[in-house]
């Protein structure tokens, strides 16, 4: 049976654009809470380009908590960005909690600042207003967003959360009356202010020691399995990447492994944290090796693969050591 060839009209070409962006064409990242597919962004810096995401998969579930991981410029905090919704990617999509983080307008994405996403920068100083006590910095936002939090429970509100973040002593206190570690925590119920579905922090520990870090850790884990907030932490920090079930490495502007982590039970019945590790499958089928991987076996350029049962072999190229 032939299908219809006649012309397509305008319309039905944007239905099928929002429902590749959707991720409704083939049921991609259908029921994650983030969703990125090939996402593309190119910075322009004296003429010359930069291109600090290629072509970037990433899906991220409800209620994961999450760490990214990967060197300096490969491109971690440009992903952060969009996300937030402070930047545009160049091409490619991306989504969160259904909003359209490429073609939503200046009121959608006031929106989803205000009441979708929160975020805890690396400088303590660049979360919180310094003239205002924690409390007065908790309660902004929820002003800010009108009716999300209703006007009778705000300051009840306020004090549970910075009680579940260990600082409800620090209430009434300004920033400077505060350790860098509980303003981080104070920094962490303000992003959570009008509880959103998804908690950025960017380096939240970069500048504290390892006490006040475990501290920061802790307040996430407890956003993420008390309140239900999904969790997105950019670290370079080895054991926040190390304490959570899923890490994942971005390399050159793309996702490149992960790390999954789940519970088991040793030899003496202990629980133990299992990890093991993944490369990502892009949607066009490429993966990239582990840099140690490839460079144990000096691969490059090519390798041979062979199809086995349940398994692919990759092996360094040897058609010229003969
Ligand atoms: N506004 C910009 N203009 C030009 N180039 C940019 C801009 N922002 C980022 N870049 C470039 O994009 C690449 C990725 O930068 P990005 O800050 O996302 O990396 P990162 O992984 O967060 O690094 P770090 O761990 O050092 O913070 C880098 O090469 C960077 O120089």
């Known amino acids: 049976m032939s299908r219809s060839t006649g012309p397509v009209s305008l319309a039905e070409l944007e239905r099928r654009a929002a429902q590749r962006r959707d991720g409704g064409g083939d049921g991609h990242g259908r029921d994650a809470l983030v969703v990125c597919d090939r996402l593309v962004r190119i910075f322009t810096a004296d003429g010359v380009e930069v291109q600090a995401l290629q072509g970037l998969d990433l899906l991220v ?12 410029g490969s491109g971690k905090s440009t992903l952060l960005n969009i996300l937030a919704g402070l ?11 259904g909003f359209d983080l490429v073609t939503m307008d200046a009121a959608a994405r006031l929106r989803y ?7 805890v920068w690396q400088q303590a100083s660049r979360n919180l207003l310094p003239y ?4 007065q910095n908790v309660l902004l936002p929820m002003k800010l967003a009108g009716g999300r939090v209703p006007r009778r429970e705000r300051a009840g509100r306020v004090r549970e959360l910075l009680d579940l973040l260990g600082v409800g002593h620090c209430h009434g206190r300004r920033p400077e009356g505060m350790s860098g570690g509980e ?19 960017d380096e939240p520990t970069g500048e504290l020691d390892s006490r006040a870090a475990d501290e920061i850790l802790t307040a996430l884990r407890t956003a993420n399995e008390e309140l239900g907030t999904t969790v997105l932490i950019v670290t370079h920090d080895a054991s926040v990447a190390s304490a959570v079930r899923r890490t994942i490495a971005i390399r050159d502007g793309r996702t490149s492994s992960e790390v999954l ?21 892009d949607r066009a089928g490429r993966l990239q090796l582990p840099a140690g991987f490839a460079e144990r076996l000096s691969i490059r350029d090519r390798a041979r693969v062979a199809l ?3 398994h692919i072999t990759v092996h360094r190229d040897d058609s010229h050591d003969a």
């Open 261 to 281: 982590r789940r519970a088991a039970l040793d030899e003496h019945g202990d629980e133990v944290l299992v990890a093991q590790e993944y490369v990502t499958v």
């Open 183 to 201: 303003q981080q925590r104070v920094a962490i119920a303000v992003a959570l202010a009008n509880a959103p579905a998804l908690l950025l922090a």
């Open 61 to 72: 579930g409800r209620g994961e908590l999450t760490a990214l991981v990967g060197a300096s």
């Open 132 to 135: 205002l006590t924690a409390a």
């Open 87 to 97: 930047d545009t990617p160049s091409a490619g999509a991306a989504s969160v909690a």
């Open 308 to 310: 086995q049962p349940d």
């Open 113 to 119: 600042r205000r009441e979708v996403v929160g975020f």
